[in-house]
């Protein structure tokens, strides 16, 4: 079919190796636009639903009705994208929104705090080794309490991916091959089945969606 997700830390290599798969297999790379979508469809601002969905929710986490409506418009939108077409997506929660669904590839991709600090620094030239990786284990924690308190599942459990990839001793180069390599199995080609599967599913959240924005009128 094939559609990969990205799941990484801050300044673990996401964008690079989404960018280096979309070279070798021709896919769309879809991340922020999931949620400028979702926004229009509801009506709102794209930049509050992105300070909602994506900050640590704190007043938020107590307001599950809006939560489960912002929650779900995404997830309709990115199935809509999946629908159209083979993508990768690197936004938030795309193992959890695609969760069984056939011809999804759930990657997770570890990157040593070492190497992230390096590339932090790039990008920030004032920021100290010490407080470069204060802020990212602060982001790694922030992060871990997002997914369990918007989905309810543990952001280090490797068993909710499919391909869990290590920096430490491979090249984002490595990984973009195995992953090239894996999703030219037939599991992961694009046919009707999978396709209705798909549509099933946006369906579903689509229905869901127009059920939870009904009770909040």
Same mark, same amino acid.
């Given at each position: 079919?094939?559609?990969?997700?990205?799941?990484?830390?801050?300044?673990?290599?996401?964008?690079?190796?989404?960018?280096?798969?979309?070279?070798?297999?021709?896919?769309?790379?879809?991340?922020?636009?999931?949620?400028?979508?979702?926004?229009?469809?509801?009506?709102?601002?794209?930049?509050?639903?992105?300070?909602?969905?994506?900050?640590?929710?704190?007043?938020?986490?107590?307001?599950?009705?809006?939560?489960?409506?912002?929650?779900?418009?995404?997830?309709?939108?990115?199935?809509?994208?999946?629908? =159209?077409?083979?993508? &990768?997506?690197?936004?938030? /929660?795309?193992?959890?929104?695609?969760?069984?669904? @056939?011809?999804?590839? !759930? +990657?997770?991709?570890?990157?040593?705090?070492?190497?992230?600090?390096?590339?932090?620094?790039?990008?920030?030239?004032?920021?100290?080794?010490?407080?470069?990786?204060?802020?990212?284990?602060?982001?790694?924690?922030?992060?871990?309490?997002?997914?369990?308190?918007?989905?309810?599942?543990?952001?280090?459990?490797?068993?909710?991916?499919?391909?869990?990839?290590?920096? =430490?001793?491979?090249? &984002?180069?490595?990984?973009? /091959?195995?992953?090239?390599?894996?999703?030219?199995? @037939?599991?992961?080609? !694009? +046919?009707?089945?999978?396709?209705?599967?798909?549509?099933?599913?946006?369906?579903?959240?689509?229905?869901?969606?127009?059920?939870?924005?009904?009770?909040?009128?």
């Amino acid at each position: 079919m094939a559609i990969i997700t990205i799941s990484r830390g801050e300044m673990s290599g996401g964008e690079k190796l989404a960018s280096c798969l979309a070279d070798v297999l021709g896919y769309r790379v879809i991340a922020r636009e999931v949620l400028r979508e979702a926004a229009r469809s509801l009506g709102a601002s794209p930049e509050l639903l992105t300070v909602k969905y994506e900050s640590v929710p704190g007043l938020w986490a107590r307001l599950t009705h809006e939560r489960e409506i912002y929650t779900l418009a995404v997830q309709t939108v990115l199935l809509k994208y999946c629908i =159209e077409d083979d993508l &990768i997506y690197h936004g938030l /929660a795309g193992r959890y929104f695609l969760s069984g669904l @056939p011809g999804v590839l !759930r +990657t997770r991709l570890t990157t040593p705090m070492e190497i992230r600090v390096k590339a932090l620094r790039r990008v920030h030239h004032h920021m100290s080794q010490q407080s470069a990786e204060h802020f990212l284990k602060a982001q790694d924690r922030d992060h871990a309490r997002w997914v369990k308190i918007m989905y309810d599942i543990d952001s280090d459990d490797l068993s909710t991916f499919d391909l869990a990839l290590n920096l =430490e001793a491979i090249s &984002i180069d490595t990984v973009c /091959a195995i992953i090239t390599e894996v999703v030219a199995e @037939p599991a992961y080609q !694009r +046919t009707a089945e999978t396709v209705a599967a798909l549509e099933a599913r946006e369906s579903e959240c689509r229905a869901r969606l127009q059920e939870a924005l009904s009770k909040r009128d």
